[in-house]
C-alpha cells in the first residue's frame, strides 16, 4: 500500500503509465514499516539486539514510528534477519502484522476515504512518509487494473521477501478497509515456483490465480472493487489528516535535502582540508549538533557520508587514469597517500592500484 500511485480521484484509470525511476541509493524507509517485519521476528524470538549491533542500527530509533532510517540500513536488516530466521516465507508472514499505522499518517488517511478508489488517488502525495522502497505503476485491463511494485533493493533475497510483503500487505489492508474478503484475479511474482506447501501458503494469502516465474510482481483485481465503500469515512478528519501530512512531507524533504547538500559541500571541501563536520555544519548554516541530528533522522552519520563522496570521487579519478594515486590522495584529502591506500583497501577490499588495474582491463 505504500507506494499506490496514479489513479484519479474520479476512479478514471489513466491512459498512459510513466515509469518513475528508482533511486540507486535506496533512499529512505519509515519504522512504522520497518516495524512489521520486527513483530515477526519477536515471535520467532529472533535476537534483534544483537542484529541492531552488527549492522550499527540505533535500536532507540525503532520505538518512534514518525522516523526513519537509509533505504540500505533497512536492506541490512531484513538481511540479518532472514539469515537468522528458518522462515523462507518471512515477508509474506509479516503481512498479517500490517495495521493503518504500517503507512504511517498514510493509513489513516485511508481509513477516512470514501472508496477503494479514492484511497489509490492519496497515496501519491505522501507515499514518501513510508519510504523509498520501490514504485508502484497502474495499468488498464479491460475491465480489470493491474498494480505492479518494482522493488529497487539490490539484494536479490531481501528483495523477494520485500515484494511478498507488499503485496500481501496490500491486500490485507485493503480488505481490513471494506471488512469482506474481496479477492484479486490473479497475482504474478517473478521468484520461481517454490514447493507445494508453500503454494499453499501463498493461495490462503492471495485466494486466486497465482503465475510464478513472470516477468514482474503485480496483483490483477476487477475494476468494480475500486468503487466499494470504505466502513467509515470522516471526510473533515480526512482534510486535516492530508494537511498534517502534506506538513510531515515538507519536513521529510527538507531532511532528505540535508544528507545531498553535505555531499555536495563535500565535493567541494576535500581538497582544503576543511570537511570535517564542524566546517560542513558552518557551510551549511546550521551547527554540528543540528547537522547530526538531522542525519541521525535518516539513519545516517557524517562519517558514512564522508566516505560515500570520497570513494565515488576515488572511482571516478582511477577509472580516467588522469591522475596518479598520490594526486588522487591530495584531492580526497588525505594527509599522506598511505593513508588514502588503508582507506581505500578497507573499504572496498582492493587496494587503489588493483581497482585502476581492473578497470581499465574491463
Not at 525511476?21 to 515477526?40: H, K, M, P, R, T
Not at 501458503?201 to 476487477?222: H, P, T, W
Request: with cysteine; glycine share 4%.
Amino acid at each position: 500500500m505504500s507506494n499506490f500511485s496514479h489513479l484519479s480521484v474520479n476512479n478514471k484509470l489513466p491512459e498512459k503509465q510513466v515509469d518513475a525511476g528508482l533511486d540507486n541509493d535506496l533512499g529512505q524507509a519509515s519504522v512504522a514499516a520497518i516495524n512489521q517485519y520486527l513483530q515477526l521476528a519477536v515471535e520467532q524470538k529472533l535476537d534483534i539486539d544483537t542484529i541492531c549491533q552488527t549492522i550499527k542500527l540505533d535500536k532507540k530509533l525503532l520505538s518512534d514510528n514518525s522516523q526513519h532510517i537509509s533505504g540500505q540500513l533497512f536492506q541490512q536488516l531484513i538481511a540479518a534477519l532472514l539469515i537468522q530466521s528458518n522462515d523462507d516465507l518471512f515477508g509474506l508472514h509479516t503481512a498479517k502484522y500490517v495495521q493503518p499505522g504500517s503507512y504511517s499518517v498514510l493509513g489513516y488517511i485511508s481509513m477516512n476515504c470514501e472508496n477503494l478508489g479514492q484511497v489509490i488517488s492519496k497515496i501519491q502525495p505522501f507515499e514518501k512518509l513510508v519510504g523509498d522502497m520501490g514504485i508502484t505503476t497502474f495499468s488498464p485491463l479491460g475491465e480489470q487494473v493491474k498494480i505492479s511494485w518494482h522493488c529497487q533493493f539490490t539484494d536479490p533475497n531481501v528483495k523477494r521477501h520485500m515484494v511478498d510483503n507488499c503485496l500481501a500487505s496490500w491486500l490485507t489492508f485493503a480488505r481490513y478497509l471494506v471488512s469482506h474478503d474481496s479477492n484479486p484475479s490473479e497475482l504474478r511474482l517473478s521468484r520461481q515456483q517454490p514447493s507445494l506447501s508453500q503454494q499453499q501458503e501463498y493461495q490462503a494469502v492471495f485466494k486466486c490465480l497465482i503465475r510464478y516465474g513472470q516477468s514482474e510482481n503485480a496483483i490483477i483485481f476487477d475494476k468494480t472493487l475500486l468503487s466499494v465503500p470504505l466502513n467509515k469515512g470522516d471526510q473533515q478528519l480526512l482534510t486535516t489528516l492530508e494537511s498534517h501530512a502534506q506538513s510531515l512531507v515538507s519536513n521529510l524533504t527538507t531532511e532528505v535535502d540535508i544528507a545531498t547538500q553535505l555531499k555536495m559541500e563535500l565535493e567541494k571541501a576535500l581538497r582544503t582540508g576543511a570537511f570535517h563536520q564542524q566546517d560542513m555544519a558552518e557551510k551549511l548554516g546550521i551547527s554540528a549538533k543540528t547537522l547530526q541530528r538531522r542525519l541521525a533522522v535518516l539513519g545516517l552519520k557524517f562519517q558514512s557520508i564522508l566516505d560515500e563522496t570520497r570513494l565515488d570521487i576515488a572511482k571516478k579519478y582511477l577509472a580516467n587514469n588522469v591522475l596518479n594515486l598520490n594526486q588522487i590522495s591530495i584531492e580526497l584529502g588525505f594527509t599522506e597517500p598511505r593513508s588514502f591506500y588503508r582507506w581505500f583497501n578497507k573499504i572496498t577490499q582492493q587496494t587503489p592500484g588493483d581497482y585502476r588495474k581492473k578497470f581499465l582491463i574491463n
